[in-house]
């Protein structure tokens, strides 16, 4: 099934750095919303990292584990670049230096455009391929690199 335009990772991200920009320019209350966004991103940071991921990991088996993370990462990069937008704009409007907004962004969008689905499209690649238990060593390794790759650079 194809999704509706407006249901896309490229729409999606269009209409945060739209509701960023909306934010940092209209609103008065910039230092509130600076600093709310910036500690959304960050506590969800934490969480995801160092307890819920780390608790799932030990506690799920492994492909019911990355099946729920290939659910999961798609909201939070979402969530990452919306913050991160809202960061950068309200930062803007308050005179703060922009690059480090700017490279957050860069990589969110990275991880939220590109590096996530590849990396979950290869997940599940080798999950199909250990499901219909097909062994190929090459295959398997290529993938296994690949995979590793993606989620390093992630």
């Known amino acids: 099934v194809k999704p509706a335009i407006w249901n896309t990772s490229f729409f999606r ?4 750095l739209a509701g960023g920009a909306l934010a940092g320019q209209v609103l ?9 966004a910036f500690s959304i991103w960050l506590g969800a940071n ?15 088996p492994r492909q019911t584990f990355g099946k729920l993370q290939a659910v999961l990462f798609p909201k ?16 803007l409007r308050m005179g703060l230096p922009a690059g480090p907004a700017v490279v957050s962004l860069a990589c969110t ?10 990396a979950t499209s290869t ?17 398997d390794k290529r993938l296994g690199a690949r995979f590793g790759k993606l989620h390093g650079m992630s």
Not at 13 to 16: R, T
Not at 76 to 91: K, M
Request: hydrophobic share 50%; with cysteine.
């Open 109 to 118: 969008l990275a991880n939220m455009l590109y590096l996530e689905p590849q």
């Open 28 to 36: 008065p209350f910039a230092p509130l919303l600076h600093l709310s």
């Open 123 to 139: 997940m599940m690649e080798r999950y199909d391929r250990q499901n219909k238990g097909l062994k190929d060593p090459a295959v």
């Open 13 to 16: 991200a269009g209409a945060i």
């Open 46 to 60: 934490v969480w995801t990292t160092f307890i819920a991921g780390i608790t799932m990991f030990k506690e799920l």
């Open 76 to 91: 939070y990069f979402q969530l990452g670049a919306g913050c991160t937008a809202v960061v950068l704009l309200t930062g």
